[in-house]
């Protein structure tokens, strides 16, 4: 081997995985001493760019960064999708390691519920819990905030990196830190999407490539309404967005307008307020979400 390639395997650095969180904590303490921020990206697995975008950016901010790979059961209020949900570990501990990860944390369901999956502790999240993705999966949310917050307990970063394709999630992570004092900066990044428009999601691995052509309508009906915008009532750009996506066999739970920084659902819109676009929308039994956000200023506003 000539001794270039010798010296790059040397520098490289290897990602650590780690099954139990006595484990994460003791190494993160160790590291501690001479690393002053932690990222943590929290997944799902099955990861595609956008959960590597995450990743980016905290190798960006942070001196270490610590992913999560757990397929969090409580979360789902569909056992089908629970189920059902792609699992591709070993070429998501590849591409992590590729990445520049510095620890995987790829717990069991025991480690994460040592005391079991019913929920021990309500979360008061209060109005987000009842609209959109709260109304529509009943439990979900509280199911998030376990996880998230257990997590968080283990891991203890400075920084936590979430995306804004699941604008809802951002809005409760951010309640859940301010109900639970926990002292983590939310950095909220960019939906990365495919050439045709769909956001990436794990779930698109189980589409097939016509229901993937399909699927791309999900953002145009939210380019849609974004064009046709205007100040008034919204009710018929709401009503022609639910029928477009019925047509092209998008069966919609939503497609809604809210105030960006409150969620609250929206009917007359003043043409000042920042606002988000939101659907939800099953092709065949997969069901995926998207959103816009429409603001004057370029910051977001969770
Ligand atoms: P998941 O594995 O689906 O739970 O997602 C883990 C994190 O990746 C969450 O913070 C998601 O919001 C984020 N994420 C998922 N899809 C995308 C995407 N297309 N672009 C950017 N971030 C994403």
């Not at 999708?81 to 790829?106: A, H, R, S, W």
């Not at 409760?172 to 900066?185: G, M, Y």
Request: aromatic share 8%.
């Amino acid at each position: 081997m000539p001794s270039h390639q010798c010296f790059a395997l040397h520098i490289k650095r290897k990602m650590i995985i780690y099954k139990h969180a006595f484990d994460v904590i003791a190494y993160l303490k160790k590291v501690e001493q001479t690393n002053t921020s932690t990222g943590f990206v929290p997944t799902m697995g099955a990861l595609h760019k956008g959960h590597l975008s995450l990743l980016e950016k905290s190798k960006q901010v942070c001196d270490i960064t610590v992913c999560s790979i757990f397929i969090n059961p409580t979360q789902f209020n569909n056992t089908e999708d629970f189920k059902k949900y792609p699992v591709t570990l070993e070429q998501d501990i590849y591409t992590l390691e590729k990445n520049g990860c510095d620890m995987l944390f790829l717990p069991d369901v025991n480690e994460m519920y040592p005391q079991g999956t019913i929920a021990k502790k309500h979360f008061n999240l209060g109005y987000l819990e009842t609209v959109l993705e709260g109304k529509y999966r009943p439990g979900h949310f509280q199911g998030v905030c376990q996880v998230v917050n257990r997590l968080l307990t283990i891991v203890s970063p400075t920084h936590l990196f979430m995306g804004q394709k699941d604008y809802q999630q951002c809005m409760v992570i951010k309640k859940l830190l301010a109900l639970e004092n926990f002292n983590v900066q939310l950095i909220i990044c960019p939906t990365l999407r495919e050439e045709t428009g769909l956001a990436m999601s794990s779930r698109n691995l189980r589409l097939s490539d016509e229901q993937k052509k399909q699927a791309s309508d999900i953002y145009k009906s939210l380019l849609n309404i974004k064009e046709k915008l205007k100040p008034g009532t919204l009710h018929f750009l709401k009503k022609e967005a639910e029928k477009y996506l019925i047509n092209k066999n998008c069966i919609p739970d939503y497609i809604e307008i809210a105030e960006a920084n409150s969620l609250k659902i929206i009917n007359e819109w003043n043409g000042k307020d920042d606002l988000v676009i939101l659907a939800a929308a099953f092709i065949g039994d997969v069901r995926l979400i998207d959103n816009i956000l429409l603001k004057r200023q370029d910051s977001f506003y969770l």
